[in-house]
Nanobody, 123 residues
């Protein structure tokens, strides 16, 4: 099992930036990829970005390309999401997720989830 703790959420103005962090613990040696998802009020959970633990390949959903950057620090078992040019549409609870399954990239499913961190972008 892997435990995930997100941090870094908060309230920012439109056009601003924010960095989210997700620290993994437990069976971290099994991590194949870590990803970020978000869920806005009244909307379905949405994939945001993912990064392969070995090699660092990344994949983003179209709506955040050019604005968000996912990165990782393998030694710290931590993944980051740097968010720039934020808009109110980015307001959501952001969740970190892990998959240990090395079958494909980007992963089709994730097994472990964090508790989420709230990001609110004011206009």
């Amino acid at each position: 099992q892997v435990q995930l703790v997100e941090s870094g959420g908060g309230l920012v103005q439109a056009g601003g930036s924010l960095r989210l962090s997700c620290a993994a613990s437990g069976r971290t040696f099994s991590i194949y990829a870590m990803g970020w998802f978000r869920q806005a009020p009244g909307k379905e959970r949405e994939f945001v970005a993912t990064i392969r633990w070995t090699g660092g390949s990344t994949y983003y959903t179209d709506s955040v390309k050019g604005r968000f950057t996912i990165s990782r620090d393998n030694a710290k078992n931590t993944v980051y999401l740097h968010m720039n040019s934020l808009t109110p549409e980015d307001t959501a609870v952001y969740y970190c997720a892990v998959t240990p399954i090395p079958f494909s990239f980007p992963p089709k499913q994730y097994d472990y989830w964090g508790q989420g961190t709230q990001v609110t972008v004011s206009s």
